[in-house]
């Protein structure tokens, strides 16, 4: 039932990426070109998902569990460290000079572009590498 749960909220989110442009580059490229011709709607996708997360969070992580799940599972770091920071910066510079990120990228694979396989097939390499070369911490 859990796999069931989550390729139909992949599917939606996937679907929700595309009907709001956000699987196009050049969304995400004219969101980030503030001198030139910038263009904001990323802005109110972005702020969209932020609203309905903090209103759904304050409801449904009152709940003793979630719906399709034995447990939440929730981030216990708080802190700042290197790795954090170090991923953030590789994450935001691939975003800015490929135009995608992982769920948009995935779900533009569905359009069937060279360009976007190829970008998908270096992000599966790059993340095989980044496991390699600096693996998960244990908790």
């Not at 109110?44 to 969070?57: D, E, K, L, W």
């Amino acid at each position: 039932m859990f796999n069931i749960i989550s390729t139909i909220a992949g599917i939606l989110f996937g679907f929700g990426l595309a009907l709001s442009g956000m699987v196009s580059p050049s969304k995400v490229v004219g969101f980030l070109d503030i001198t030139g011709n910038w263009d904001p709607s990323l802005a109110f996708v972005m702020g969209g998902g932020v609203a309905v997360t903090v209103i759904s969070f304050h409801f449904l992580l009152k709940r003793p569990h979630p719906l399709f799940g034995g447990r939440f599972h929730l981030p216990t770091a708080s802190e700042i460290d290197r790795r954090l920071v170090v991923g953030a910066g590789l994450f935001g510079l691939g975003w800015g000079i490929g135009g995608l990120c992982p769920g948009p990228a995935i779900s533009s694979l569905a359009y069937a572009s060279p360009k976007i396989a190829i970008f998908v097939i270096a992000m599966g390499f790059g993340i095989l590498i980044a496991k390699k070369l600096a693996p998960p911490p244990s908790t």
